[in-house]
């Protein structure tokens, strides 16, 4: 049964990393919101543009690697942290997303402990 749900969490997270990162390299406009004003203030159009696509690339990267169960314990631990560094934007943002992301931050959690 344990397999069961490792195998759903990989497939979910990862498939939800690789599904944002097209979306925002596809139309990182959708994801300015995302972003706090204190840094889109210093930060002209066309770089936000490129930062929300570089975010995009590791998202696809990260979230293919984990949801073909590809990581190293060491990388599972780094896809942890990428998620919990935007959970407080997401909330921000509204709390729904921040939710959401706390729900995928527990399950990167868990996996991360359990070393699969």
Known sequence: ????AVIIIHAAVGLTMVLF?????IWP??????VPQFVTK??????EAWGMRFHGLINITLGALFALSLLTPALTWVTFAWWISVVPFAFLHDWRDGLRDICIVTGLFFIAVLGM
């Not at 049964?1 to 069961?4: A, C, Q």
């Not at 990162?21 to 390299?25: E, H, P, T």
């Not at 210093?42 to 770089?47: K, N």
Request: proline share 5%; glycine share 10%.
């Open 29 to 34: 406009q959708h994801w300015f919101s995302y």
């Open 42 to 47: 210093r930060l002209p159009g066309i770089v």
């Open 21 to 25: 990162g097209v979306n925002q390299l």
């Open 1 to 4: 049964m344990t397999d069961i």
